[in-house]
Every structure is written in C-alpha cells, then in structure tokens.
C-alpha cells in the first residue's frame, strides 16, 4: 500500500466558531459544523494543526444550591 502522506494524520471533527457567551460558566459556546446534516469531519496531516481545543460537554443545568441557609 502507498503511503498517503509522510506525515501521520489525525482524525478531526469541526465545530462552529465561538457564537455564544455563557456567564455562568465564563465560557464560550460553539456547535458541530454540519453540512446536510451530517457532522463535518477531516482526516489531516500532524503538520497541518495549528492550535488545539479542549471541549467540555454542556450538561443539564442544575440548581445551584442555597447559600442563605
């Protein structure tokens, strides 16, 4: 089998840009990048990744419990 690419590649998955700010949490808030609803999705060479991104799900919201207790 050829080789693709010399360098070794990585599997990634899109997301939207940076559109909502969340004041509880002091985060921004992006999406999956979709394109006739389907996730957009890449397979890249190392070389090509500029900058990465830790992603934190969005659980339900939760009561935060009383402090006047």
Same mark, same amino acid.
């Given at each position: ?8 590649? +990585?599997? *990634?998955?899109?997301? =939207?840009?940076?559109? $909502?700010?969340?004041? !509880? ?15 957009? +999705?890449? *397979?890249?060479?190392? =070389?090509?990744?500029? $900058?990465?991104?830790? !992603? ?14």
């Amino acid at each position: 089998m050829e080789h693709v690419s010399k360098h070794p590649l +990585a599997y *990634i998955e899109w997301y =939207t840009p940076f559109h $909502r700010y969340d004041d !509880l949490t002091g985060m921004f808030s992006v999406a999956s990048s979709q394109r006739l609803h389907r996730r957009r +999705a890449s *397979i890249i060479p190392i =070389t090509s990744i500029v $900058r990465t991104c830790h !992603l934190i799900p969005a659980w339900e919201r939760v009561h935060v419990a009383r402090t006047d207790w």
